[in-house]
């Protein structure tokens, strides 16, 4: 079992360019997470996808946009971006039923605006 | 915001217990107590979690007092590897319901 991976590790973007991140989810689970880590602080909440739909979201702009897959894999879409928007990506998968719902989380994609 | 209050900082010394408070006051029925850690530039890895019964599995156990008001994270012989930022998280136990992060405690073991 790979568990949750993420790609690309690393990337450097310039201000206002768009990126786009990638996850594939635990054998098993149909739900993504994805969660930004400022230098410092917790996660934050971005967004979750479950059955290729947006099902719950946080407190980030409508510049942040995700896509899930038949396959539950995900991505994570970033327009217009900012210099603030330089954190550390992190996708977590989940089951959203059964015995065992606690989310795992990947490596995570770091990210830096210049 | 995060539910529940942690120290900042801790250290404990290799070999050792280590002992890792949360209180969670305001705690719901329905609600869980999660800990994850997250080891440097590492994304965070599931501990252990429990609803009011102490828990216990191969990484470490989990104690909640009776009235679920706070509980303590238990490392029973602490390594260097263990040395991470541990968070504790209250959350119903569903799929769907995202985890919220406070700071967490920054556990140092030192040799």
């Known amino acids: 079992d790979a568990g949750v991976t993420q790609s690309p590790t690393h990337l450097i973007k310039t201000r206002g360019q768009q990126v786009t991140l990638r996850c594939s989810p635990k054998?098993?689970?149909?739900?993504v997470s994805w969660y930004q880590q400022a230098l410092g602080q917790g996660p934050q909440f971005i967004f979750q996808?479950?059955?290729?739909?947006?099902?719950q979201r946080g407190n980030f702009p409508d510049r942040f946009s995700g896509h899930q897959f038949p396959n539950y894999s995900s991505e994570l879409n970033v327009n217009a971006l900012l210099l603030g928007d330089s954190a550390l990506y992190l996708c977590?998968?989940?089951?959203?039923?059964?015995?065992?719902?606690?989310?795992?989380f990947g490596q995570g994609t770091r990210l830096t605006v210049v | 915001d995060a539910k529940t209050t942690q120290p900042p900082s801790m250290d404990c010394a290799e070999g050792r217990a280590a002992n890792l408070p949360c209180n969670h006051s305001?705690?719901?029925?329905?609600?869980?107590v999660y800990w994850y850690r997250q080891i440097h530039s590492q994304g965070p890895q599931y501990i252990i979690h429990?609803?009011?019964n102490n828990e216990t599995n191969e990484m470490a156990s989990l104690i909640i007092t009776e009235d679920r008001k706070s509980s303590t994270l238990i490392l029973p012989h602490a390594t260097l590897r263990d040395t991470a930022v541990y968070y504790c998280?209250?959350?119903?136990?569903?799929?769907?319901?995202?985890?919220?992060f406070g700071k967490g405690t920054r556990l140092s073991v030192i040799a």
């Open positions: 998280i209250v959350r119903p136990d569903s799929g769907n319901t995202p985890l919220v």
């Open positions: 429990g609803l009011k």
């Open positions: 977590a998968s989940s089951r959203i039923t059964g015995k065992n719902t606690e989310a795992f």
């Open positions: 054998s098993g689970h149909d739900t």
């Open positions: 305001t705690i719901s029925g329905n609600e869980y």
């Open positions: 996808y479950y059955e290729e739909e947006e099902r």
